[in-house]
């Protein structure tokens, strides 16, 4: 254990200072795979994972992919007394058209398309230069910066439940069938939470660190 | 100072990025790292949070009085509330969904009022609850806040698919709008939330709960290693 004469004398930037409970911890980079939790409220602190950018870099590609073919098909199938009718995600979110509502739709697709493809847009770029071994791209702080504070507006997860929730609570006015869209959600679901729970963030701002001033270094050069 | 209370770094006279983690010297005004705003503890956190909690409230009345739904079918055009929704639904003997809706729509945005507003009020005053207890309890604010949309998400899903003629069509009602609004507003007021402030009066809590609250946690100076 290091003692606290200890702490107080060390240089800022070898500190690090749980976000949840201000507890002062040393950095002490814990190997691939084990986690520096803190020790007074549990917060993972460092948990870095052999390979992490790459595959983060695959899921957020994957994210793009899905959502934006999850927006041209439809993604629930109705049909009664001969009618019939199916949704994709533009009409959903086009649903509220009139007055105040508006502004519904516009918020729903924000939800549930435009953040997480940005989120998986910042991702892209703050990550790409970093696992090559590159320079930072110019901008990335504010790009991960706008990337950590999407996260909890990102609700494609919620939607794909919505849509089993809806299906049940027609099932006595209609038939309703999932489309392709649906399960391309589904399977969005479980890509944004690993996306999320294999990012290292102190790693990524440690690196950005280094790399951004690498990036001022060769500009300067 | 006891056993649990570890060395914070407002107690070593600097000031952390809650953002990114990096310390810095007391008195920075910003992250050198990520830009962000420095404070050692946010002095207009409560504020806000209550703030956003009004907000959240009031937004909450009328996407319980206004219709959610308007439904239209060939013999009867049906305007639902949230909650006579769900009575309609137990009247056609669907319990189980009923519960469902009632726990998503009601249960849920009451609880997270009473557990927000609990929350400040315990940062003022001594809690009942330890600080790990109320730690999980603003955790679990901020993952299921964010479920409450389903709720909107449905009505959107059934007013673009419904549409079928004369057979049926549902469009939503002006509650659809207020119940997002609530659940922005309630999501904004457990963010505004400076958890530090939960954990800056553990010493008190300690000494409230008596001696088993001073021994439920051991905090030292170094975090724990951990296999993930
Ligand atoms: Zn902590
Ligand atoms: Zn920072």
Request: aromatic share 8%; net charge neutral; proline share 5%.
């Amino acid at each position: 254990m290091t003692d606290q004469t200890d702490l107080h004398a060390a240089e800022p930037a070898e500190l690090i200072a749980c976000p949840i409970c201000d507890a002062l911890y040393r950095v002490e980079e814990p190997a691939h795979g084990e986690r520096a939790v803190c020790a007074r409220c549990g917060h993972v602190l460092i948990a870095p994972r052999r390979r992490a950018g790459m595959s983060i870099i695959m899921l957020a590609l994957a994210t793009v992919i899905l959502t934006c073919g999850a927006v041209f098909f439809p993604f629930l199938r109705i049909s009664t007394a001969g009618f019939g009718n199916s949704a994709t995600i533009l009409d959903t979110a086009l649903a509220f058209t009139d007055g105040p509502l508006l502004v519904l739709s516009l918020a729903v697709l924000a939800l549930i398309v435009l953040v997480p493809v940005a989120r998986a847009a910042l991702t892209i770029y703050v990550l790409s230069p970093l696992v090559f071994d590159r320079p930072a791209w110019p901008g990335a702080i504010q790009a991960f910066r706008m990337s950590e504070a999407l996260q909890p507006w990102s609700m494609a997860e919620i939607f794909a439940i919505g849509c089993a929730v809806a299906l049940v609570k027609v099932a006595d006015l209609a038939t309703l069938e999932f489309g392709p869209a649906f399960w391309m959600f589904a399977v969005l679901t479980v890509v944004i939470v690993l996306q999320d729970r294999w990012l290292d963030r102190w790693l990524v701002w440690n690196t950005l660190d280094r790399e951004v001033a690498r990036a001022a270094r060769t500009a300067r050069a | 100072m006891s056993g649990e209370e570890a060395l914070t770094a407002r107690d070593a006279g600097l000031v952390a990025c809650r953002r990114c983690t990096r310390v810095w010297p007391r008195g920075r005004e910003r992250c050198g790292r990520c830009g962000a705003r420095l404070v050692s503890r946010d002095p207009g956190s409560l504020s806000r949070v209550w703030a956003w909690w009004v907000a959240g409230l009031m937004a909450y009345v009328p996407a319980n009085i206004y219709p959610m739904l308007i439904t239209d079918t060939l013999v009867s055009r049906s305007e639902a509330t949230i909650v006579g929704g769900a009575i309609e639904l137990i009247q056609h003997d669907a319990l189980g969904i009923a519960i469902i809706i009632l726990i998503a729509s009601v249960g849920i945005p009451i609880g997270k009022f009473v557990a927000v507003a609990y929350l400040a009020l315990s940062v003022q005053n001594p809690a009942r609850l330890n600080a790990h207890r109320r730690h999980h309890l603003l955790e679990v604010v901020e993952y299921i806040g964010r479920w409450s949309m389903i709720d909107v998400f449905v009505v959107a899903i059934l007013s673009a698919l419904v549409q079928l003629s004369v057979v049926a069509r549902i469009d939503p009602g002006p509650a659809a709008l207020a119940f997002a609004l609530s659940v922005v507003f309630t999501m904004l007021a457990a963010q505004a939330f400076d958890p530090r402030l939960i954990w800056d009066r553990i010493e008190a809590d300690a000494e409230a709960d008596g001696p088993e609250g001073r021994s439920a946690d051991e905090a030292g100076p170094t975090p724990r290693g951990e296999q993930a």
